[in-house]
């Protein structure tokens, strides 16, 4: 069932604070800061340089062909049909569902352009063969979806440029095995929003509103691969995914999948478009998630307790009010938000400690995007 309430429209419309009507809106949108959005990371360059994937070498090399391979070289060209989609179909959105599918764009615009610039930075500081192939390989991917999301942008006259947001973007540095847990999870969980996406609207064609979602399947077998690279570099280093560090794995799964959860229901517009229930479609992207996840994760949340999706929409609504209480301003509205922040604080807290789900890795780490 949705959580969608009709009553808090007037606050939704509120929440569409930072509008988007021009490139600079759009660049600022990219750019700012917030616990939701996509951020651009750096990392200590001397380790990636150390890693040994020789306990995996036979699968490393399969990938390394597949990626050779390059079989969506020429996937990210705009056909005519393209063209003629854009120019009947978005004059249709209002002005709300506009800047919804405006803050999906630029979102995912960034979540793309920030691995691009993550992997060739790698790729640049190090010497290491194997990692140096890869990161070029991964690079190339995420700049073909950072340009192709960009080319829709500037049908909007919005486009972004990308070397001002690189230079601009705030970067986050983060320990290697931090890099490994967080990127792993958001190309496997964008694999499972696209494909769940592109699976929908083949059964309702009559709700794709865009024609970018048609590119959507051969698009997150990208990101997949790119999930099986850093699943083959955990497993080829054992004592990240052992001890301590299934705290940290559990750690960046909640975190990965609170913000999806989050973020999505503060566009309710966007899925009721394409026929979805926000609730439904973000649960069963987090169950393909979690079911792809255990290829290389030995704990695993227990999304279907009851439990587990009261504390997200308790941080949905906790996420709600502290907007508010920021776009109110003044002293009031900052220590409204303030409390707001230490509640999601305890919120988030509360679902990490809930009892988790362990499990053995299987012996062969490669798995098949099937879903």
């Given amino acids: ?33 917030t616990l939701l959005s ?115 942008l500037k049908d909007f006259d919005l486009g972004i440029d990308l070397g001002n947001l690189k230079r601009t973007k705030h970067y986050t540095y983060f320990k290697p095995k931090y890099i490994f847990y967080a990127t792993y999870l958001s190309e496997k969980i964008g694999y499972a929003r696209y494909i769940t996406i592109f699976r929908h609207l083949e059964r309702h064609p009559d709700k794709r509103f865009h024609p970018i979602f048609r590119w959507f399947e051969r698009w997150c077998n990208d990101e997949f691969r790119h999930g099986e690279s850093f699943a083959l570099m955990m497993r080829a280093q054992p004592q990240l995914l052992s001890g301590l560090n299934k705290l940290w794995i559990r750690f960046f799964i909640l975190a990965v999948y609170a913000t999806m959860y989050v973020r999505d229901h503060g566009r309710p517009l966007l899925h009721e478009a394409m026929g979805m229930d926000t609730t439904t479609y973000d649960m069963q992207v987090l169950r ?49 938000a303030l409390g707001h922040a230490a509640r999601g604080v305890l919120a988030f807290a509360g679902l990490y400690l809930r009892p988790v789900k362990t499990q053995a890795l299987p012996e062969k780490i490669r798995c098949e995007p099937v879903w």
């Fill in 1 to 33: 069932m949705s959580t969608h309430n009709p009553s808090l429209d007037q606050d939704h419309v509120a929440l569409l604070m930072d509008r988007v009507e021009s490139s600079a809106d759009a660049i600022a949108k990219a750019v700012k800061r």
């Fill in 38 to 152: 996509p951020r651009f990371y750096t990392t200590d360059h001397a380790a990636m340089d150390r890693i040994d994937v020789s306990p995996v070498r036979a699968e490393w090399d399969a990938m390394m062909k597949e990626y050779e391979g390059d079989n969506n070289h020429d996937h990210f060209q705009r056909d005519a049909a393209f063209a003629e989609e854009v120019r009947t179909l978005m004059p249709q959105l209002s002005p709300e569902m506009r800047q919804e599918f405006l803050d999906f764009l630029i979102s995912s615009l960034t979540s793309e352009f920030s691995g691009c610039v993550l992997y060739n930075e790698i790729r640049k500081n190090i010497s290491n063969p194997d990692i140096k192939q890869l990161m070029a390989y991964m690079a190339r991917d995420e700049s073909r979806h950072a340009g192709f999301l960009n080319q829709s």
């Fill in 288 to 336: 393909v998630t979690n079911e792809i996840c255990r290829q290389v994760f030995p704990v695993e949340l227990d999304i279907e307790h009851p439990a587990f999706k009261q504390g997200l929409d308790r941080l949905c609504a906790i996420s709600q009010a502290h907007a508010l209480a920021k776009a109110r301003g003044g002293l009031w509205g900052k220590l409204q």
